[in-house]
């Protein structure tokens, strides 16, 4: 069955501010399988408690800042609305470093010695390799806002799922042939050597060959390399584009020693938006990118075509127009990722109210009306745009941007549609038990 909140907060028509951030306290929007309905029966007051798993140190360190405000601001503004199931929303906050080793011993102290209802949070996708397995054995839900294939591939077990933010797999099948028809054809991928990096290297070269580009060379960095010069010569002179994703602390040194080794020329630039994630476009030594492109989850520059529900979620979490914090110009955010969290939190809240969950012993319950779930309509609650989710594979897919670096900002000049991004998959958690 489906429900529906007032129509101007699900469907984007004009609504004010006020009425966008009261709105998000009604009942989300759902598709759910017969049986998953809403009680109206009453719940016990004891807060709801979320491990929330923070790259608080570590190369994810930037990341794992914004995503802690993103949490804290879409936590409070449930909890003003009522909460989840008349409940409060509480969040337990644990560092995991950016360390797969450490992520699972978080997942245990919080199933174990905090006790919480369900684990969410973290980005980085060697982390959520290395934290799923506990997930699985503890039963208890993993709701992670990273971008890895590893969650659609079944490499994960039915206690991870996706639903807030699109996968690297899904990312590459959309902009390829944007890419193609305007950037180039010849591509050298410079990429970090983990997993995250690995599903760009793996996905992106047939999605750009079936556009009848080719992938003539694959440069990986070790993702805590501090310096790039001795990769760079390795670029095959041939090359039309350079595809550059890069992360950690080191990103601001990668984009300008790029620029330093064209001096101003060289190949057309297309690179995704962690290369560049929490650092200022307007740096010393970044005026090469003038011209170049990005992938953007979501955009960070506010557009002239904002919707009120991206206004209304950009001035609750606290972004000034150009994406760094209202209280800090020199704080830059992470935008393009970081809205995962807000809307993960927001799917969360409406799987338990489909579920009627009251505690651990309806964790069972919560997967699978999770699972239920299919469109998820552009909203407060999902202010990046309409997605839907596929229960089988875990994953949501939805709408990716392209931006162009123009004046020292970012002009999205393009929107994929949510087919760009489907691909076919034999994977379906629904068959293990849980």
């Not at 991870?160 to 699109?166: N, S």
């Amino acid at each position: 069955m489906s429900g529906k909140l007032n129509s101007s907060f699900l469907t984007g028509n004009a609504l004010s501010r006020r009425d966008a951030l009261k709105g998000i306290g009604a009942a989300a929007a759902m598709t759910t399988a017969p049986g998953f309905v809403r009680y109206a029966q009453s719940q016990p007051s004891t807060p709801i408690r979320i491990g929330f798993q923070a790259h608080r140190t570590g190369i994810g360190a930037a990341y794992g800042r914004w995503y802690e405000r993103t949490t804290a601001a879409a936590v409070k503004l449930i909890n003003d609305g009522g909460g989840i199931n008349g409940r409060p929303v509480e969040i337990i906050t644990e560092d995991d470093g950016t360390d797969a080793a450490r992520g699972a011993e978080v997942v245990e102290k919080f199933a174990n010695q905090h006790h919480v209802d369900i684990v969410y949070g973290t980005l980085f996708s060697h982390v959520v390799v290395g934290s799923a397995p506990a997930a699985g054995e503890l039963k208890i839900p993993y709701y992670v806002v990273s971008e890895g294939y590893h969650v659609a591939s079944g490499q994960m077990n039915r206690w991870v799922l996706q639903p807030g933010i699109t996968d690297v797999r899904a990312q590459c099948h959309a902009v390829a042939p944007w890419i193609s028809q305007n950037v180039g054809k010849k591509v050298t991928m410079i990429y970090p050597d983990y997993a995250f990096g690995h599903d760009h290297r793996d996905f992106f070269a047939p999605a750009i060959e079936a556009q009848g580009g080719e992938v003539i060379a694959k440069i990986a960095i070790p993702p805590t390399e501090t310096t790039f010069t001795r990769y760079l010569p390795q670029i095959p002179p041939q090359t039309d584009v350079i595809y550059h994703v890069m992360v950690g602390p080191a990103v601001l040194t990668f984009v300008k020693e790029l620029g330093e080794f064209y001096g101003g020329g060289g190949p057309k630039l297309f690179g995704f938006i962690d290369s560049l994630e929490a650092v200022d476009l307007r740096s010393p030594g970044l005026e090469f990118l003038e011209g170049s492109h990005f992938w953007e989850g979501m955009a960070r520059y506010r557009q002239t075509d904002a919707s009120e529900h991206e206004i209304a979620y950009r001035d609750t979490v606290g972004l000034d127009d150009n994406g760094a914090s209202v209280n800090d110009k020199r704080d830059v955010s992470t935008a393009g990722h970081m809205f995962g969290c807000w809307e993960t939190l927001h799917v969360i809240k409406q799987a338990m109210e489909a579920a009627d969950y009251k505690g651990p012993e309806d964790r069972a319950r919560l997967v699978e009306a999770t699972e239920a779930i299919s469109e998820l309509p552009e909203s407060l609650a999902h202010p990046q745009g309409d997605k839907i989710f596929d229960g089988k594979v875990h994953q949501v897919f939805g709408r990716q941007n392209i931006s162009l670096v123009e004046n020292g900002t970012l002009k999205v000049v393009h929107r994929t549609s949510i087919e760009d991004g489907r691909y076919e998959s034999d994977t379906d958690y629904t068959t293990q038990p849980l």
